[in-house]
Nanobody
Framework: QVQLVESGGGTVQPGGSLRLSCAAS????????MGWYRQAPGKERELVAF???????NYADSVMGRFTVSRDNAKNTVYLQMNSLKPEDTAVYYC??????????????WGQGTQVTVSS
């Protein structure tokens, strides 16, 4: 089992910045991907960004150039730096951890979610 604890959500004005953190503990596997999804009211959960244990990143088109995902492997922590925030970024942000075995996702874990609200 892997436990994920998120922090850093809150309310910010349009154009502002927030940084989310997610610390993983438990049965950490060397080959994994950590990242962020978000879910706005009335919408499906969507991928925001992820980073693999090898450092490969992927971003949703809607956040490209504004958000940056990074990780500290020694701390088993993933970060999401969010700049130039827009009202449409308002959502609950969920940390996600995927374990890979032989190149396939063999387990997925979720954090409890943290609210990000962008409003003037």
């Amino acid at each position: 089992q892997v436990q994920l604890v998120e922090s850093g959500g809150g309310t910010v004005q349009p154009g502002g910045s927030l940084r989310l953190s997610c610390a993983a503990s438990g049965s950490i596997f060397s080959t994994n991907a950590m990242g962020w999804y978000r879910q706005a009211p009335g919408k499906e959960r969507e991928l925001v960004a992820f980073i693999t244990s090898g450092g490969r990143t992927n971003y949703a088109d809607s956040v490209m150039g504004r958000f940056t995902v990074s990780r500290d492997n020694a701390k088993n922590t993933v970060y999401l730096q969010m700049n130039s925030l827009k009202p449409e970024d308002t959502a609950v942000y969920y940390c996600n951890y995927k374990k890979y075995t032989l190149g396939f996702v063999s387990a997925t874990y979720w954090g409890q979610g943290t609210q990000v609200t962008v409003s003037s």
